[in-house]
Structures are given as C-alpha cells and as structure tokens.
C-alpha cells in the first residue's frame, strides 16, 4: 500500500522566509507523487508533481520539490513566503490516480 | 488544466433526506472518478473509486448503502447521501481524471454538507 507522512500540522513562517515542508512517502511501486494546495472551503489545486522525470519538480507560484528515492522524500519548498501562500499543503502518492494524501500542514505567514 | 464541475457547493439539509452532489467533467471524459471526505482540519479520507458503467468500489468502513455512487456517463458521477444524520456533515470533494495510467486528477470545488 501506498502512504504518505507530513510532520507538524501547523507550519509558522515569515513573510520573505523559506518554506519548507517534508513529506515521506512509501510505496510498493514506483511513486507519483503530488503537492496539492486547499484555501479554506475550496477544492484542491495541483501545485507540482513528480511523475519519474526530472527529480526536481518546479510548479506553479514559485513552489519547487525535489523526489528523493534514498531518503523516500518528497519536501516542498519556496525561497521565500508571500501572504497569500497561507493555506492548507498535502502531499499525495499514487499509482493510477487513487491518491493517498498525508495529514496536510497548515501555513500560517507571518507578517 | 481541465476542469471539474462539483455541484451544490454548499447544502444543508435536515436529518432523514437524501442529499445527491453532482461530480462533472467539463472538457475531457473520466472513466474513473474519486470521492473523498474531509473532516474538520483533516486530511482528505478516500471514500469510494467511481467507475464509469460499473459498481463503485467502496473503502474498508465506508457504507455502501449510505453513500450511493452512480457514474452513468463518462462526464458524471454523482453521490447520494441517504437518510442523512449529523455526522454526515462534513466537506465532500471529488476528483477526475482522463484515462490512461497515472495522470493528473483534478479536483472540483467541494461541497460542504451541514445536517441539521
């Protein structure tokens, strides 16, 4: 089975720092592996994916990932935070686009 | 990207209905369709994989009869709530995706469903 693993719900940030957020997955099978984005009371929005191209994944509003087979990982990151980037992050994986999603981490930015 | 329809985006209803949301592929036809539930500050939680001309397979601990799925065309699946109780109440969202291995699944905009 396939499962994913997101540390620490809730992830506090300065406006202008790095964002970071780890994610570990496991997987019987060569991973696809998704960040997904959710505003509250909206749906989810794609934000990168690795789908065994290149390792480094860039995706939309300045957001990168970089799949690491060795270390089973999967972390999201941006060089540096905006307001608007609050919001709820999940990692999914899957084979044939029945997602496991991880637990979500909610970014708080700091003025 | 393409676009998934997701319809009522809010409801209440009063406990004993049914209540039916709507999952549409607007611009390409999905053979499978997803449902997940999400509670309160949680994660997404799979209920049941929709497939198109077949009976939808149903998680572990997911009533079969509770949350009737239907996919009678490759543009729509639909979820039924039936008979309603509070702890139904939660966010819905499903997702499509084209056919073919491993493509992307896109997401329509959730329902929130209050039982009152």
């Known amino acids: 089975a396939q499962s994913v693993t997101q540390l620490g719900s809730h992830v506090s940030v300065s406006e202008g720092a790095l964002v970071l957020l780890r994610c570990n997955y496991s997987?019987?099978?060569?991973?696809?592996l998704f960040w997904y984005v959710q505003y509250p009371n909206q749906g989810l929005q794609l934000l990168l994916k690795y789908t065994s191209a290149a390792t480094l994944v860039k995706g939309i509003n300045g957001f990168e990932a970089e799949f690491k087979k060795s270390e089973t990982s999967f972390h999201l990151t941006k060089p540096s935070a905006h307001m608007s980037d609050a919001a709820e992050y999940f990692c999914a994986v899957t084979p044939y686009n029945r997602l496991a999603f991880g637990k979500g981490n909610q970014v708080v930015v700091i003025p | 990207g393409a676009v998934v329809s997701q319809h009522p985006s809010r409801v209440i209803c009063k406990s004993g209905t049914s209540v039916k949301i709507e999952c549409r592929s607007l611009?390409?036809?999905?053979?499978?369709m997803f449902w997940y539930r999400q509670f309160p500050k949680k994660s997404l939680m799979l209920m049941a994989t929709s497939n198109e001309g077949s009976k939808a397979t149903y998680e572990q601990g997911v009533e079969k009869d509770k949350f009737l799925i239907n996919h009678a065309s490759l543009t729509l699946s639909t979820l039924t709530v039936t008979s309603a109780h509070p702890e139904d109440s939660s966010f819905y969202i499903c997702?499509?995706?084209?056919?073919?291995?491993?493509?992307?699944?896109?997401f329509g905009q959730g329902t929130r469903l209050t039982v009152v």
């Open positions: 611009d390409f036809q999905a053979t499978t």
């Open positions: 997702s499509a995706s084209a056919p073919g291995g491993n493509t992307e699944a896109f």
């Open positions: 997987s019987s099978v060569p991973p696809y």
